[in-house]
């Protein structure tokens, strides 16, 4: 029984695992190309307020998994939410 | 205590719900502007997998939220990739 729950442990931390990752092929990509006028602000603006809301979760829960795997996630989503600003007039909408 | 304890609870469900829809308004403005250049493809591959991931920890947890909040981010991976390809030759990268 034990061995069972090990094993969904490990699936839990390999899908919390990348969770965290999920925003950087877009920070990578968006980096590379310059260009964010298909990419939605408000979508990275709702991620990072949420990610505060889960760090704000995680520290009532004094839970470091969480803090730690969700500040990763809201560094990538202010890094978008930069790119976005920063890249806003390079390729205007036609 | 119970009272903190409720508190800290109704906090998870709130980030838990936001989770859930901060796909959304990438959706949204993808059907409504029909370009996906700048979007990263596989940045919603890694996100479906990920969902899959999750649904079958749920599914071995038992956790019908973890199940049905994954599934509704599934849905809408699954529709940015569709969009992606079935955008792709609109706005050709120039």
Not at 38 to 67: H, R, T
Request: proline share 2%; charged share 15%.
């Amino acid at each position: 029984m034990s061995l069972i729950i090990s094993g969904v442990d490990i699936l839990g931390y390999v899908a919390g695992a990348i969770t965290t990752l999920t925003f950087l092929p877009q920070v990578l990509k968006t980096i590379r190309e310059k260009s964010v006028k298909d990419i939605s602000l408000m979508m990275f603006v709702i991620a990072a307020v949420n990610e505060i809301l889960w760090i704000i979760y995680g520290a009532l829960k004094n839970d470091w998994v969480i803090i730690l795997t969700n500040a990763v996630i809201l560094c990538l989503s202010l890094t978008m939410i930069y790119l976005k600003f920063a890249y806003a007039h390079k390729h205007p909408s036609s």
